[in-house]
């Protein structure tokens, strides 16, 4: 499996920015689809963002499209996610997920997760 630490989250207020970084280390990275997911109190995680091995490809939830990025450097092995416009209901802790092979949205499809980090948006 591939070793995943998020960083990046905080408190910011409505309408503003956050960058999430996922620094990978265990195997190679550009090999692994990568994904976003996040999980407010109470509820399932749920699908954010993802984006293919090579970045080509990217997918996000209809709620973020517009306001969020994501993004990755293979040469960094790091994924991120550039969260702009940022609005209370995105409140929620921030994963950071990894998939051998190609792109995919459900969370049952990829192997390794990182511990969270929390993002809270104040209104």
């Known amino acids: 499996q591939v070793q995943l630490v998020e960083s990046g989250g905080g408190l910011v207020q409505a309408g503003g920015s956050l960058r999430l970084s996922c620094a990978a280390s265990g195997r190679i990275f550009s090999n692994y689809a990568m994904g976003w997911f996040r999980q407010a109190p109470r509820t399932e995680r749920e699908f954010v963002a993802a984006i293919s091995s090579s970045g080509a490809y990217t997918n996000y939830v209809d709620s973020v499209k517009g306001r969020f990025t994501i993004s990755r450097d293979n040469a960094k092995s790091t994924v991120y996610l550039q969260m702009n416009k940022l609005i209370p209901e995105d409140t929620a802790v921030y994963y950071c997920?990894?998939?051998?092979?190609?792109?995919?949205?459900?969370?049952?499809?990829?192997?390794?997760w990182g511990q969270g980090t929390q993002v809270t948006v104040s209104s």
């Open positions: 997920a990894a998939r051998y092979g190609s792109m995919r949205s459900d969370k049952a499809d990829f192997g390794s």
